[in-house]
């Protein structure tokens, strides 16, 4: 179906004072299976708020703002409680978008009953329509354990940037028999949709034709169902984005000129105007 229109989509909730329309569902997304649609992070309402209105309706709250609004050199450091305050920054500046939270490393790794305590949150407190969490393996129980608690649970295998530092790196994953079995226990966990970071396109090709729910490809080819970009390297904002990752504008400079222009009208008292 269309993104913006089709049985598929969350209908509008309109009664006679106004309540906003209702937000796209888990299960929304997962019916766009074998439709192109894309995904954008998010961070905070106005950008959160473009994103919208430029038509994209569903937003990640990465754990990637550690990098690139924190400044951090990893996404470790991040905790719940920094996830639910951008979560609510980005349900605030939008309406209908379907929220999608990370959940940070270390709040799931512990115990099934420590995941589905910080998955709580973040949906009671930050908002999420959804949460994601990293790994194929053993994570297959924690998303089966949030999942059950009726929080829609979106997958990501290949590379995962909360412990590739750590040692795996972030080179292309290329093991066919590994990310297979990965991408269907992530699957019959309870995943909604599942996330193949940097992974080898005709991998990416063939777990996504073996499988009943979307993959969202990030620098692994065109073959999957959706594509997701983080904000500040699609809008030119970071200056160490990934060779995977086009840039649609130059904001960062843009920026850059106009408070130049800012900084020279005010040393020449041009601003404000007389």
Do not use: W
């Amino acid at each position: 179906m269309s993104a913006h229109g089709g049985s598929d989509q969350a209908r509008p909730y309109e009664p006679a004072h106004g309540r906003a329309v209702r937000r796209l569902t888990a299960g929304a997304v997962r019916r766009r299976k074998g439709t192109p649609f894309p995904i954008v992070t998010a961070y905070d309402a106005p950008f959160a708020g473009f994103a919208e209105a430029a038509g994209i309706d569903i937003l990640l709250v990465g754990d990637s703002l550690a990098n690139v609004v924190l400044g951090y050199d990893e996404t470790t450091p991040i905790t719940v409680e920094v996830m639910i305050h951008h979560a609510q920054a980005v349900v605030r500046g939008t309406s209908r978008a379907h929220i999608v939270v990370d959940m940070p490393f270390g709040s799931y790794h512990v115990s099934d009953e420590d995941a589905v305590r910080n998955a709580i949150r973040l949906v009671k407190e930050g908002g999420a329509c959804s949460v994601k969490l990293e790994g194929g393996g053993m994570e297959a129980d924690r998303i089966a354990a949030i999942a059950a608690t009726g929080i829609p649970v979106m997958g990501h295998i290949g590379v995962m940037p909360q412990t590739a530092g750590l040692g795996p790196g972030y080179k292309k994953r290329a093991n066919r028999e590994r990310l297979l079995e990965q991408a269907k226990k992530v699957e019959a966990a309870g995943a909604y949709a599942i996330v193949l970071e940097v992974v080898d396109s005709e991998i990416a090709e063939e777990i996504t034709a073996s499988i009943a729910i979307p993959t969202v490809g990030i620098g692994a080819g065109p073959h999957c169902d959706a594509q997701v970009l983080v904000l500040h390297d699609a809008l030119g904002i970071y200056s160490q984005s990934p060779p995977f990752a086009k840039r649609f504008a130059e904001l960062g400079s843009a920026a850059t000129n106009a408070l130049a222009e800012y900084a020279r009208e005010v040393r020449e008292r041009g601003f404000p105007a007389r």
